[in-house]
């Protein structure tokens, strides 16, 4: 049973930072992509960042490429998600999710399991 347990989230300040994690078990990710998405109170789930687990290639949505920074480490098994100078509108529920290489990686429907969600607010 393939298993996403995201932790990090948290209140913080505008133009602070936060590191979110996704701890994942139950299966191999080889040929696997694992993908952060969000989802802001009334709006849809949105893509924010990828990465292939076996060659780390990174995709990011435009709107946040240079803030915030999606990594893995293979021995952990675990996602991270960086994110620097933070503004009020990245609060949202963070989600991390993975799904077979090949597919759309901003499509959230591409993905079969995700985790359950860790908030983050920013103030300003």
């Known amino acids: 049973q393939v298993q996403l347990v995201e932790s990090g989230g948290g209140l913080v300040q505008a133009g602070g930072s936060l590191r979110l994690s996704c701890a994942a078990s139950?299966?191999?990710?080889?040929?696997?992509?694992m993908g952060w998405f969000r989802q802001a109170p009334g709006k849809e789930r949105e893509f924010v960042a990828a990465?292939?687990?076996?060659?780390?290639?990174?995709s990011y949505v435009d709107s946040l490429k240079g803030r915030f920074t999606i990594s893995r480490d293979k021995a952990k098994n675990t996602v991270y998600l960086q994110m620097n100078s933070l503004k009020p509108e990245d609060t949202a529920v963070y989600y991390c999710?993975?799904?077979?290489?090949?597919?759309?990686?901003?499509?959230?429907?591409?993905?079969?399991?995700w985790g359950q969600g860790t908030q983050v607010t920013v103030s300003s």
């Open positions: 999710a993975t799904g077979p290489l090949g597919r759309r990686v901003g499509d959230r429907y591409e993905y079969d399991y």
């Open positions: 139950g299966r191999t990710f080889t040929s696997y992509v």
């Open positions: 990465i292939t687990w076996s060659g780390g290639r990174t």
